[in-house]
């Protein structure tokens, strides 16, 4: 999958959402990233889910996960786990290739206090869930808010990121990660990517993949 183009479809719808205010980044950011990656999932012919999906099965196990499904796994049965008369699950065989999980963790603006590490806390606990899914694309979205020293490619977020990758024992072959950083502080949605080494242990390298201005007037209340 292609994450510098995935990176780039996200980056220009949102910032077409200038129903969103700037100041908070609540319940309604996390469904605008959501609603985005599921109507790009869409777009890409697999099978999106999302914790806010009203569908009944919507949610599965990521805040959005894309998914392939055959109606009947090849050598097996057409019925729901074998089982005669049972529907579920719909789709016997279901293959995952991409998880994202959105965490926009505390505001606040103190170095060093509460606040400030459990926005780096609760970002890094999604992050390790994320970790555990079996596709090969994973997404992280996340905030710096005000926070100094935060954002960036020398920000605390991603060489956060980049350490607990190293940790991590259970890698798979040809893995990648976007990161999807929302810096208030330099107003910009910026991009980057990593992929699990070839060969290993060996640091992960992260590539900038580009990044977009937030609109002058983002705020419902200045429109």
Avoid at 67 to 92: C, M, W, Y
Wanted: charged letters at 30%; proline letters at 6%; aromatic letters at 12%.
């Amino acid at each position: 999958m292609d994450l510098k183009l995935l990176f780039d479809e996200f980056a220009a719808s949102m910032v077409r959402a200038r129903e969103l205010d700037t100041s908070e980044r609540l319940s309604d950011w996390s469904a605008a990233v959501k609603t985005r990656f599921v109507r790009l999932g869409s777009r890409r012919n697999y099978v999106p889910f999302a914790t806010d999906d009203r569908r009944k099965s919507g949610a599965y196990l990521w805040d959005v996960a894309w998914a392939v499904e055959d109606k009947v796994k090849r050598g097996q049965p057409p019925t729901g786990a074998g089982i005669d008369g049972l529907s579920f699950p719909h789709a016997p065989y279901r293959k995952l290739v991409l998880a994202l999980e959105c965490e926009w963790g505390r505001q606040g603006q103190r170095p060093g206090t509460q606040v400030y590490r459990q926005n780096l806390e609760e970002v890094f606990r999604d992050f390790y869930k994320l970790m555990d899914a079996r596709c090969q694309s994973k997404v992280m979205v996340y905030t710096t808010w005000l926070f100094p020293d935060q954002g960036g490619i020398d920000g605390l977020f991603l060489q956060g990121f980049r350490q607990i990758l190293l940790d991590y024992q259970s890698h798979l072959p040809n893995d990648q990660y976007l990161f999807i950083e929302f810096d208030d502080r330099a107003r910009e949605i910026r991009g980057h990517k990593t992929e699990v080494p070839s060969r290993g242990p060996r640091p992960f390298r992260l590539k900038e993949l580009g990044a977009v201005s937030y609109p002058r007037r983002w705020d419902p209340k200045q429109l």
